[in-house]
């Protein structure tokens, strides 16, 4: 049994038009559009892009658009799921609106920096944007503090309900994620980065000195509150990326290197959790 993947669909073309005016989004540019489903953002990217590739998993949808596009030279329709589709391995932006209940499938593809866009635009549950930017009242998530070296996240538009059909029951906005010409952490130490983070907010302790007392002593830990202005009893969320990013570097220089291996491995270990978790609810959703 194949699971589908509900969308709810823009409107208003105008409103489509204006988002675009407002966008880093350019006329040489090659768009992907994930979802593309009834064309409507299709058709006006179409009059402003070099290239527009349209991807749709749903079949029937898929037949419209090459209907509708077919005698367009600058789309490509791929009938394909989005999550095993081919990035392109040139440059190219993303303007979508996408199927809500794989947000973070879709998120997590296209910030891996080999393969990432230079900008993208989604239309996606504002819940999930504030997730992903680390707002509001400034607290970060693990997938914010993952994810800000190398990429910014904003939300640059706010969306009404009847904007969509069907009207969603949740809020809507338009989630900006741009690649940083210059990654705030140095690429060779992404790996270790990750899983420092990744330690840091799954080791199920109430306080991040609890939580890397076998890592940073708790002389080194009072040391670093100090300097970067956190309360000694702060939890992962407490603080805000700036203060994540100068203690990876106490970390990279201040701690040894037997100690720093105890992070290894922490961002692999969660994603086969997670992969895992996926697996049972996938199941269940089909025995149902």
Same mark, same amino acid.
């Given at each position: 049994?194949?699971?589908?993947?509900?969308?709810?669909?823009?409107?208003?073309?105008?409103?489509?038009?204006?988002?675009?005016?407002?966008?880093?989004? @350019?006329?040489?540019?090659?768009?992907?559009?994930? +979802?593309? *489903?009834? *064309?409507?953002?299709?058709? %006006?990217?179409?009059?402003?892009?070099?290239?527009?590739?349209?991807?749709?998993?749903?079949?029937?949808?898929?037949?419209?658009?090459?209907?509708?596009?077919?005698?367009?030279? =600058? %789309?490509?329709?791929?009938?394909?799921?989005?999550?095993?589709?081919?990035?392109?391995?040139?440059?190219?932006?993303?303007?979508? =609106?996408?199927?809500?209940?794989?947000?973070?499938?879709?998120?997590?593809?296209?910030?891996?920096?080999?393969?990432?866009?230079?900008?993208?635009?989604?239309?996606?549950?504002?819940?999930?944007?504030?997730?992903?930017?680390?707002?509001?009242?400034?607290?970060?998530?693990?997938?914010?503090?993952? =994810?800000?070296?190398?990429?910014? $996240?904003?939300?640059?538009?706010?969306?009404?309900?009847?904007?969509?059909?069907?009207?969603?029951?949740?809020?809507?906005?338009?989630?900006?994620?741009?690649?940083?010409?210059?990654?705030? %952490?140095?690429?060779?130490?992404?790996?270790?980065?990750?899983?420092?983070?990744?330690?840091? $907010?799954?080791?199920?302790?109430?306080?991040?000195?609890? *939580?890397?007392?076998?890592?940073?002593?708790?002389?080194? $830990?009072?040391?670093?509150?100090?300097?970067?202005?956190?309360?000694?009893?702060?939890?992962?969320?407490?603080?805000?990326?700036?203060?994540?990013?100068?203690?990876?570097?106490?970390?990279?220089? +201040?701690?040894?290197?037997?100690?720093?291996?105890?992070?290894? *491995?922490?961002?692999?270990?969660? =994603? @086969?959790?997670?992969?895992?978790?996926?697996?049972?609810?996938?199941?269940?959703?089909?025995?149902?």
């Amino acid at each position: 049994m194949k699971l589908g993947y509900s969308q709810n669909f823009l409107r208003n073309p105008d409103l489509i038009e204006k988002l675009l005016n407002s966008s880093l989004i @350019k006329s040489d540019d090659t768009v992907l559009e994930i +979802g593309a *489903g009834n *064309g409507i953002i299709t058709a %006006v990217l179409v009059k402003r892009c070099k290239l527009v590739i349209a991807v749709e998993i749903d079949k029937n949808l898929v037949v419209r658009l090459r209907q509708k596009f077919g005698q367009s030279r =600058n %789309v490509k329709v791929c009938e394909a799921n989005f999550l095993t589709f081919p990035l392109p391995k040139d440059e190219y932006s993303i303007f979508a =609106n996408i199927p809500f209940a794989i947000t973070a499938d879709i998120i997590r593809k296209i910030t891996k920096i080999d393969t990432a866009p230079v900008v993208s635009y989604l239309v996606v549950q504002k819940e999930a944007a504030q997730k992903f930017s680390g707002c509001p009242y400034g607290k970060e998530t693990l997938s914010s503090v993952l =994810n800000k070296p190398w990429f910014d $996240f904003s939300i640059t538009h706010e969306f009404l309900r009847n904007d969509f059909v069907p009207a969603p029951r949740v809020d809507i906005v338009l989630l900006k994620i741009t690649k940083l010409e210059k990654p705030l %952490v140095d690429p060779k130490q992404m790996g270790l980065y990750n899983d420092f983070v990744t330690y840091g $907010f799954t080791s199920f302790r109430p306080t991040l000195r609890s *939580g890397y007392k076998h890592i940073i002593s708790n002389t080194q $830990f009072s040391k670093l509150a100090k300097d970067l202005g956190f309360d000694i009893d702060a939890n992962p969320r407490d603080l805000v990326f700036e203060q994540w990013l100068r203690m990876f570097a106490f970390f990279v220089r +201040g701690i040894d290197e037997k100690k720093q291996q105890l992070v290894r *491995g922490s961002l692999e270990k969660l =994603n @086969k959790q997670q992969e895992g978790l996926e697996k049972i609810h996938r199941t269940r959703i089909i025995r149902r």
